[in-house]
């Protein structure tokens, strides 16, 4: 949805409200108390009342709003300019943008915003051809560690370890616009805390369904993959092969990274997953157009309030 369009669309606080309401009728009303989805709205209040208990619940309650006292507007226009470009927005540009008075607040917005995004695709696994691999990414240095000797490499205080999976297929016409032979399907990061195979085997497990085929290093934090998938291809790759035995998990790191350098001016540790959550819903919604805005209100919805 390009600007104008959404100006025209919501032009004011009632008319977001309306198409938030709009959306949770669609999708359902469950009650807090009993469990029903059974609900009478009442306008006067705003709220709807379970039919069978008479509890009341609110608009924002259950959703990704819950608890959130920032006008609906906020919301839309923070959703449409996560949703309308390829990039980012940071709380501060949003903020001076909105002309909002407190930065804290909108932060919390636009994390909450994320958050939902990952729940969204939790909900679904990878399969096929998978490329795996790590990537490290520079964030600020932890507060316990700051007066410790600065290391160097994959175990620098300023690196944080992400495990990287995305589908990867033989492109029918041979070779992609973009001069690779795979074309890319869906994409996962999760920050890890550690390389080690009883940290990253349960997070493939779970994210990659068992038909599916595995192509990596041969580092030895894979040695138990052969267990979980129907193959895993492990080899050696050196450096100038790394963009033709691999592709698109590289160029996706590649990509993330430079996009966190561009917009954010240092990213803590325990944040990084919330960026990762926003990059990977956008690629894996690349196709989408339009239609993105009104699949995150979908999920910002479907979303239980699970933001500390």
């Not at 915003?113 to 932890?142: H, K, N, V």
């Not at 370890?161 to 001069?179: Q, Y």
């Not at 193959?231 to 100038?240: C, G, L, Y």
Request: aromatic share 10%; net charge positive; charged share 30%.
């Amino acid at each position: 949805m390009n600007l104008l369009n959404f100006i025209k669309q919501f032009p004011d606080e009632d008319s977001c409200r309306l198409k938030f309401k709009s959306i949770r009728d669609e999708e359902g009303v469950i009650c807090a108390r009993c469990g029903s989805t059974e609900h009478y709205w009442k306008k006067d209040k705003w709220q709807y009342e379970c039919k069978k208990c008479k509890t009341r619940t609110t608009l924002r309650s259950g959703t990704v709003m819950h608890g959130s006292k920032l006008p609906f507007r906020y919301w839309f226009v923070a959703m449409h300019l996560l949703t309308s470009t390829k990039k980012s927005f940071s709380a501060l540009e949003l903020k001076k943008q909105l002309g909002h008075k407190r930065y804290e607040p909108i932060w919390k917005m636009l994390h909450k915003l994320r958050e939902a995004m990952g729940i969204r695709d939790e909900t679904y696994t990878l399969s096929g051809q998978i490329e795996l691999d790590e990537g490290f990414f520079s964030t600020e240095i932890p507060n316990e560690q700051k007066d410790k000797p600065l290391k160097r490499g994959r175990g620098s205080q300023k690196k944080t370890k992400v495990l990287v999976m995305v589908e990867s297929k033989e492109n029918d016409e041979n070779i992609t616009k973009r001069g690779k032979s795979r074309k890319v399907g869906h994409l996962k990061m999760q920050v890890i805390d550690n390389l080690e195979s009883k940290t990253i085997t349960p997070l493939v497990e779970k994210n990659i369904t068992k038909d599916s085929y595995i192509n990596s290093d041969d580092s030895t934090s894979y040695n138990k993959f052969h267990e979980i998938v129907i193959e895993h291809k492990a080899q050696v790759i050196p450096k100038d092969k790394i963009g033709i035995m691999l592709p698109w998990v590289h160029i996706t790191i590649s990509n993330a990274k430079r996009l966190f350098n561009a917009i954010y001016h240092d990213i803590k540790p325990e944040y990084l997953q919330s960026y990762l959550n926003e990059f990977c819903y956008k690629f894996n919604r690349r196709y989408f157009g339009e239609s993105l805005f009104d699949r995150l209100l979908v999920a910002c919805v479907n979303h239980k309030n699970q933001f500390r």
